[in-house]
């Protein structure tokens, strides 16, 4: 079982949609957990942290199951410049302070 | 600018060529780290570095060598690059020691796309 689990996709939605990605991960230690996203090959960069409590950010909204071991990332009112890899992220801490990737979920927003 | 800069972006090498990657960054981070992203695979950590001359390795370290003798340079090495590092890497900077919790940034240079022939 991998780590960090992700529905590849792709995820083709028109402009104004809502979507929602979940990611589960098998390490209950877990201590911190993070969304990407990555466009078209170019480099990662953070989109949000995502809190126990949740969290929104504009048209997104993360939330945290650690009962479950999932989290999800919501997107409202799709814009064509959401179109991008979106990357599920877990900090397992510890001495080693160590990031798992998931494999990313494709997200296409059409006109 | 806050930002980690690799070099070379692109480098199409043959079998058995030494090569090294450069990376630098100028936030005066601790941690570092290079990735390697493959399709269906994700960003596998190759290795990464705590502080200045400490180093270890990550997940995927076969094949490959890094230092870290200033903390702005983490330069990875491959000795006798083959196909199968065929690949694209990313190194990755962030706070380490006592400024780090657990929602710290990570940040990612450019990429480099290295083809192996």
């Known amino acids: 079982r991998k780590e960090v689990e992700q529905d590849p996709g792709p995820f083709n939605v028109p402009e104004g949609a809502t979507v929602a990605f979940n990611c589960t991960y098998s390490?209950?230690?877990?201590?911190?957990f993070f969304w990407y996203r990555q466009d078209c090959r170019k480099e990662p960069k953070l989109l949000m942290s995502v809190y126990s409590s949740g969290n929104e950010d504009g048209r997104f909204t993360a939330q945290l199951n650690r009962a479950s071991q999932y989290i999800s990332l919501l997107i409202r009112d799709s814009k064509l410049s959401d179109s991008a890899t979106y990357l599920c992220?877990?900090?397992?801490?510890?001495?080693?302070?160590?990031?798992?990737f998931g494999t990313g979920t494709l997200l296409a927003v059409q006109p | 600018e806050a930002q980690v800069t690799q070099n070379p972006r692109y480098l199409i090498t043959v079998t058995g060529k030494k090569l090294t990657v450069t990376c630098s960054q100028n936030?005066?981070?601790?941690?570092m780290s290079w990735y390697r992203q493959d399709p269906g695979l994700g960003l596998r950590q190759i290795y990464y570095?705590?502080?200045?001359?400490?180093?270890d390795k990550g997940d995927v370290p076969e094949g490959y060598k890094v230092s870290r003798k200033e903390k702005r340079n983490f330069p990875l090495i491959l000795e006798s690059p083959s196909p199968n590092q065929t690949s694209l890497y990313f190194c990755a900077s962030r706070k380490g020691g006592p400024e780090w919790t657990v929602n710290t940034e990570a940040f990612f240079g450019q990429g480099t796309r290295l083809t192996v022939v």
């Open positions: 390490n209950s230690a877990s201590q911190s």
């Open positions: 936030m005066n981070h601790e941690y």
């Open positions: 992220v877990v900090n397992y801490g510890g001495a080693t302070n160590k990031l798992i």
């Open positions: 570095s705590m502080n200045v001359e400490v180093t």
